[in-house]
């Protein structure tokens, strides 16, 4: 059967149906474990929206104490688990289109979560709708699992796996085609301390250590004011300048967001900051940023640019800053490949932070993961992308993203992002392009299917 054919019934139903999930603004505010809602509003409204969907389409729905969710068909022991998560990053300025307004143009529906995660969990959704309608009998339960919190901790997902059973084989619509069979470790670290002023009364960027900041703020003494309209002119970057009441000023400079798996990708505006900002002071934090983490993605700086023959480089994204009334903490975004030595990462990593009375620990730390590239679920899956797509050349792949893939064993991440197509995922203006979401959504048809034979 071609389910790309199947499928043209569905378009109008998809779209309306995507649309209302992509207008609900689901960025974790806060984790409140004591509350009925523990990630907010707008992501619990989320997650009620696709499990109302699956009864209204006739599917099992579990709520697993608003942490998570699942829409589950098929009967027998063993569970296809599809990855899904219905959180997104912050949107961020910089929007042609109001980001949470799911509105088409030329094809293209634009808005945060549009290609990171709700479009893909719209197709693996309706991919396994297509196949219910068709009557299709299942020999295993396949269950699409809705995280919650994969972009801020997998506190959702985690939880949901100490309450259900961890699927037996599975994929996540998380990431790139035709599959990804390995993910670099994901390692948070953060510096903290006590630092003088030193001319730098505050300084601040980032949000999420898995953005690349696109604006960074200093306080500093007014006197600097002129030299810092010069250094935005003579480097053509972009920023302001805000008068305080003490004589001091608000500088902010802009820089461009990217995925922490691709920080080169970025313009990293603490970065840009920290170059006008260790001219002028003698803070030990702006010095220490800027000796050895500026604009130096692979750590060549510390001599800790590790790299593998597979999953390649070594990356870091130094993603969070907050630096006010004399205390530092410094929080870094780190994919690194199988052969690191994390230990001596660490250790190194410490030395240098001592050097200017910082201290350095590892926040937490998810281990790389690999599926053989050769097992019978990643030769399934790629064989569904090569049916409708003819892409025989295009090699499977590692990431240095982290999907929920690497929460089992089994599984493995699997579209939607078709070779050679812009992605803007956590940038302004993320979208996706209709066309290619139907045809994902005929992959995963025809992923299912084969995989519950």
């Known amino acids: 059967m071609n389910f790309y054919d199947e499928f043209q019934k569905y378009r109008e139903t998809f779209i309306k149906d995507l649309q209302g999930l992509l207008r609900i603004p689901s960025v974790l505010t806060e984790f409140n474990p004591n509350s009925s809602h523990p990630f907010g509003d707008g992501i619990h409204e989320a997650l009620e929206y696709m499990l109302k969907l699956g009864e209204r389409d006739g599917f099992t729905v579990k ?87 994969e972009e801020s901790g997998w506190r959702g997902l985690k939880y949901y796996l100490t309450k259900e059973p961890i699927p037996d084989v599975g994929f996540a619509p998380d990431a790139n085609f035709p599959l990804i069979y390995g993910e670099k470790g994901i390692l948070t670290g953060e510096f903290s301390g006590n630092v ?21 703020t200093a306080v500093i003494d007014g006197k600097f004011k002129e030299g810092f309209y010069k250094f935005l002119q003579d480097n053509d970057y972009s920023g302001s300048v805000k008068e305080l009441d003490n004589g001091t000023i608000e500088v902010t400079v802009n820089g461009k967001s990217a995925h922490a798996m691709e920080p080169e990708k970025g313009l990293n505006a603490g970065f840009v900051l920290v170059e006008f900002l260790h001219k002028i002071t003698n803070n030990k934090l702006v010095h220490f940023i800027h000796k050895y983490l500026s604009f130096d993605t692979r750590l060549t700086k510390t001599n800790l640019n590790y790299t593998h023959e597979v999953m390649g480089d070594l990356t870091c994204n130094v993603g969070v800053c907050r630096y006010e009334n004399e205390e530092v903490k410094l929080l870094l975004n780190f994919r690194y490949p199988l052969n690191t030595d994390v230990e001596k990462m660490t250790r190194v990593l410490s030395e240098k932070a001592q050097e200017f009375g910082l201290t350095y620990k590892v926040i937490s730390d998810s281990k790389p993961h690999y599926v053989d590239p050769e097992s019978e679920l990643v030769r399934t899956l790629h064989q569904a992308y090569i049916k409708y797509t003819n892409d025989t050349e295009t090699p499977i792949m590692t990431i240095g993203g982290g999907t929920y893939a690497r929460s089992f064993k089994n599984a493995v991440a699997f579209g939607p992002e078709f070779p050679n197509k812009e992605a803007l995922i956590h940038q302004p203006n993320e979208y996706a392009i209709l066309e290619d979401l139907f045809l994902a959504t005929a992959i995963y048809a025809e992923a299912i299917y084969n995989l519950t034979r």
């Not at 998570?68 to 022991?77: D, K, L, P, R, V």
């Not at 910089?94 to 949470?100: D, I, L, T």
């Not at 030193?198 to 690349?212: H, K, L, M, W």
Request: proline fraction near 5%.
């Open 196 to 216: 003088t002023c030193d001319g730098v009364y505050q300084f601040s960027f980032g949000e999420r250590t898995n953005v690349v900041p696109d604006k960074a």
């Open 63 to 149: 709520n697993v104490d608003n942490y998570a969710g699942h829409i589950e068909i098929g009967a027998g022991e063993e569970i296809l688990g599809v990855l899904c998560h219905l959180d997104v990053v912050p949107t961020g300025d910089g929007w042609k289109y109001p980001p949470f307004g799911a509105e088409i143009h030329d094809g293209k529906i634009y808005a945060r979560g549009a290609l990171d995660d709700k479009g893909p969990t719209m197709c693996a959704y309706y991919a396994l709708k297509m196949l219910k309608d068709l009557g299709v009998k299942f020999n295993k339960r396949v269950r699409i699992i809705l995280g919650t919190d």
